[in-house]
């Protein structure tokens, strides 16, 4: 039925864009950013724009793919000896998780953001429970984001918006991937040198665990009968459960809104998995929590690991 749905022309992805013009015409508040990045990314809209957004981001990541690939196997070679070595304890998520996916997609865009101007916060834009306090400190770091890479568009690849969108669709999503991957295997593999631990191939978990769609129109679905107007939620998360299955992997989504960064998450927990299997260390998983108030990502706020031989 997920994918059913999820191929259909007739269930759309929610009106984000609507949904925060609606808050700016009702309260007054001044959202204009958080709008504007919204219309940059391809899983926010419908028909022809989304067809025209999906290409050129599409165009971007197949164009510096590899770039960012590598950049983030170099990082890993750096961050690897310096964290997973014996009698250290981390932040997994802060200390390890953030600074790859930096150095992914600085080459992704071009240039390289300060971590004062990357706060995960902000892909919570997809959250229609966000306080309008928290809509607000979103927008001011959008803002500040924006007007940041403005001062560098030089060095860009792609126009600024199009670098937060890109930045935006991809942060939360694939640290939340990863960290909740790499926790559930150390989880069950603790006290395993991980050169014993089995480690799958492709991305175990997603940090993204529903998607929502709207009815465009009034249908059956298997024995279901959805009325228009109907918003459906597709938990992709139950698909992280089924290893081995020809379902594995449709937390990617299907249809006209499959994630764009399908191939670079699978090539870069490829990464992560073929430099870790090679230590003898041993884990053992402290703190692990999820951010707080969070309706849309699987995304720790911490994750702490403390190694040993």
């Known amino acids: 039925m997920i994918a059913d749905i999820s191929r259909r022309p007739e269930f759309h992805v929610v009106n984000y864009s609507h949904a925060v013009q609606t808050i700016i015409d009702r309260i007054g508040m001044d959202l204009s950013v958080t ?3 919204l219309d940059e990314i ?3 809209n419908e028909g022809d724009t989304h067809a025209t957004l999906r290409r050129k981001m599409a165009h971007v990541i197949a164009d510096y793919e590899d770039l960012a690939v590598t950049s983030f196997q170099l990082k890993l070679e750096e961050l690897v ?3 997973f070595s014996p009698n250290n304890t981390f932040d997994l998520v802060d200390d390890f998780f953030a600074p790859l996916f930096d150095s992914l997609v600085t080459e992704l865009i071009g240039t390289a953001i300060s971590r ?3 706060p995960e916060s902000i892909s919570q834009i997809f959250d229609r429970m966000l306080s309008l306090k928290r809509r607000m400190t979103i927008e001011k770091q959008l803002r500040d984001l924006v007007e ?4 560098d568009h030089n060095n860009l690849h792609v126009a600024p918006l199009v670098a937060v969108a890109l930045m935006v669709l991809g942060k939360d999503a694939l640290i939340g991937s990863l960290s909740c991957s790499l926790h559930s295997l150390l989880n069950v593999n603790s006290g395993v040198e991980f050169c014993k631990i089995e480690w799958p191939e492709l991305i175990p978990f997603t940090g993204v665990p529903y998607i929502e769609r709207v009815a465009m129109d009034s ?8 009325r228009k107007g109907d918003r459906v939620r597709l938990y992709f998360d139950a698909c992280s459960r089924l290893l081995g299955a020809p379902e594995e992997n449709l937390y990617f989504g299907t249809g006209r809104h499959t994630c764009l960064g399908r191939k670079i998450s699978q090539r870069v927990w490829k990464a992560l998995v073929d430099n870790l299997r090679r230590k003898k260390i041993r884990a053992r998983v402290g ?5 707080s108030n969070d309706y849309v990502f699987n995304y720790p706020a911490c994750f702490v690991g403390h ?3």
Do not use: C, D, M, W
């Open 35 to 37: 709008r504007s990045v």
């Open 42 to 44: 391809p899983l926010a």
């Open 81 to 83: 000896p310096k964290i």
């Open 116 to 118: 004062e101007f990357t």
């Open 148 to 151: 940041n890479l403005e001062n």
């Open 219 to 226: 249908q059956n679905v298997g024995a279901h009968y959805i």
């Open 287 to 291: 703190e692990f929590a999820f951010r």
């Open 307 to 309: 190694f040993y031989e």
